[in-house]
């Protein structure tokens, strides 16, 4: 069993060790790391029930200060000041005495008392902040809500749209779109020319000076263009590596290459110049033509000046679909390398009064069941009685959406990856038990090259003892306590770190993360923040026990961005990571992108 769970344990140290990494930067905030109040007193003695002291003298624990040493008592005492709760957030509550282990077992975690510390000033802000929130009732709790508001919210509702910007109307789309997602406009075409545009943006590269994509343009002109006179839907998409591709009009000159798109037509047929309905009632002679017989050939155009319009673009499997007050009108399908998930913003600009715009159907969780190439970017199984020659680890956060999509599109579509001789999972959370010779850390804005990573293993022939990557020998703690890896002379009292490897990509063999994973379950591993020089202390320590260590420097292995031949490349974005993958398949070369 043990041989089935190190991989497992190994992810477990590493997201405690970048949730510690973070605590340091919430106990910096000044809105939180204020001193506690603390009027009651623990019974240790009974684990789920407490007791308030008879005294109404309170005890005022600053814990910003790093260097005092508290009772564990003491500090968990601060957790059950008296407040307005429920039954089931009190019971809630109680799971706190869990953290008792954990004080108790310093000597085995010295992180502890400075985990739980932070641990206690995060759960009274939060309580704090719920009980404002129910003093205030739900009238007055808008600015809190929207400040806790997700990351990766399933709608976003912009009910006040009429205010436009010099450049027209933004609602930025922060975890991109997906299959079934929507975007609904409702507005009065107007002014001089009533033409107006709704544009799908990519998300941009931070250090392009091209404009971001356009994964579509939805441009209305009511009063024709340059090749008619009569209104016309021009649907079109541009990048600065395509320009701008080949129009779609609608309705259309060539109206027998009418395409589907969804199995849904890429022009309705009834689109086209909106004629006076009562003449053509009376133009056509009543005996040859009856109602019903005008009524199927009347053409029209679905927006109109002065008239409301409610215009939904939802994301199909194959496309792009339009609907205008509940009817189809268009299609458009996606072009290459222009997905929905790459959408990060919705822009309307031109002659239209906007009452309101509702983005819905956003991805919150990895659900790909309206997929339609599922079978290509959804993960392998994971073989959980065969060892895989190399497990690679992508940490990620739950926003990252755009980032997992563009890794799934890109490297992680190698022949190894795809026929199960190497697994990848993203750690969002925990994952499943493995066996693997090799174990690799990356994260999800890093380019691998899966490939060039298993030559390099099958040359280097060490099965043992090995720590691959970009090596660091001669690196000293940041002594900046404003720095986000401030480490504090208590943390590493000495003046350098031992050998370690960047985070962007290291792998370390079967027998060290086996090590790893047992001293944790023993209770004798240092814990340390940072979790690659966290690697290198441990394996430090394992070279002082007499474990023969091979220490592999690849330069390769760019930790601040990219560089040609690379073998990892950090700090991608998605467009960077798919331009990079084409590049790999057009050339064979590891070429970067801007």
Known sequence: MVLKNWVAGLVLLFLLLSFHLRLRVVLKNPLIGRPLQIPVSVDSSVHLSWSYPRSSASVSIDLRNDTQILPDDMLLSSLFSPRNLSSSETQCLQTWYYLDSLLNSSQALPNAIEASRGAVVAWQSLMDSVEEEKSNGSGNGTAKLKEKEKLCPYSIRRMNASEFVDDGFKLVIPCGLTHGSSITTIGT???????????????????????????????????????TEDPVIVQNSWSAATDWGKEERCPSEDVQNNLRVDDLEQCLDMIGKDKDYKSNLYNFPRRSMGLMDVVEQRKYFPFRQGNLAIATIRMGLEGIQMTVDGKHITSFAYRESMEPWLVSEVRITGDIKLISVLSSGLPTLEDFKHVKDLD??????????????????????????????????????????????????????????????????????????????????????????LLYGRINNDSQPHRNEDSKWYISPEEWPEENYPTWAHGPGYIVSCDIAKAVYKQYREGHLKMFKLEDVAMGIWIEDMKKGGMSIAYVDDRRIDSDGCANGYVVAHYQQPRQMLCLWQKLQETNQAICCS
């Open 189 to 227: 075409p107007s002014g001089l020319l009533g033409n107006f545009q709704i544009e799908l943006i990519g998300a941009g590269l931070p250090s392009e000076l091209d404009p971001p994509p356009i994964i579509l343009r939805y441009n209305v002109r009511l009063h024709g263009d340059e090749m």
């Open 376 to 465: 290509i970017i959804k993960s392998q199984p994971i073989p959980l009685h065969k060892p895989v020659k190399l497990f690679i680890g992508v940490f990620s956060t739950a926003n990252n959406f755009r980032h997992r999509m563009a890794i799934r599109r890109t490297w992680k579509q190698y022949e190894a990856i795809r026929s199960g001789s190497v697994a990848v999972q993203f750690f969002v959370g925990l994952t499943n038990i493995i066996s693997a010779k090799y174990v690799m850390k990356t994260d999800d804005d890093s380019f691998v090259r899966v490939d060039e990573l298993l030559t390099e293993l099958e040359e280097e022939k060490a099965t043992r003892g």
